[in-house]
């Protein structure tokens, strides 16, 4: 059986101590770090399967290594930051983070982020593995559910992995209103616990790389006082495309 290993990236030793021992309860391997550069020596020499880190970190602060993790690995990044402004958690997910948790947190909160993450991940590997190639497409907009890959006019758009999956929920089911929770619990597999901006951040950058024109928006639609829905107008949807 495969352990999980989990790299954790935080200047407070006792941050550090208190993860670990939590994460170590659930079988995983932990490796840990205080500082920027660590991390990255780390991230090259165990290939974690997951990374939970600091935004506020000695030589290198958080968002500069995540940005240098992305050039090595797509694994799950979940930042933890006692910075809890919403331009702060936006900065964190446009540099590559999949999640943000402010502290203080509780452990067991980690421990279920760190838990959903994984399981999502491991679905995406079994989805990669299957032979048949399923893709949809609308006017002008091509979704490849397989290869994880979306065409917008001519030109391929690189989303990252919480982006293309909240296009690929919405696009399969056109028209269906979604609760913000919902989508939250659907993509990251756990309870938002009332915070949604994490999600609502990956909207608007998904929408800055799909929409002809982000701000009055065409394929992902605000329904206020509910959610989102993927908009096709009768007539104008095309069926899934198997190859």
Request: charged content about 25%; some cysteine.
């Amino acid at each position: 059986m495969n352990v999980s290993k989990i790299l954790v990236v935080d200047d407070e030793p006792e941050i550090i101590e208190l993860m670990t021992l939590y994460l170590q309860r659930e079988g995983y391997a932990v490796y840990a770090a205080d500082n920027g550069t660590d991390a990255l020596r780390l991230v090259d020499e165990v290939r974690p399967d997951l990374i939970v880190l600091d935004v506020l970190l000695k030589q290198l602060n958080g968002l500069d290594v995540c940005q240098q993790i992305r050039e090595i690995t797509a694994v799950p990044v979940l930042f933890v930051s006692a910075k809890s402004d919403d331009n702060d958690i936006i900065h964190g997910l446009s540099v590559g983070g999949d999640d943000y948790m402010t502290k203080p947190f509780s452990p067991g909160q980690l421990v279920a982020r760190v838990k959903a993450h994984l399981r999502r991940q491991s679905l995406q590997s079994e989805q990669r593995d299957k032979p048949v190639r399923d893709q949809l497409v609308f006017d002008g907009l091509i979704i490849d559910l397989t290869a994880r890959t979306v065409r917008v006019g001519d030109q391929y758009v690189s989303l990252s992995v919480k982006e293309f999956e909240l296009l690929a929920l919405l696009a399969t089911q056109p028209n269906r209103a979604f609760q913000l929770a919902n989508l939250y619990e659907a993509v990251w597999g756990v309870n938002s616990i009332g915070d949604t901006r994490t999600l609502m951040v990956h909207m608007s950058n998904l929408r800055k790389k799909i929409e002809p024109d982000p701000t009055n928006p065409r394929w992902i639609v605000t329904l206020r006082g509910v959610g989102y829905k993927f908009n096709v107008e009768e007539g104008n949807e095309l069926p899934h495309v198997h190859r």
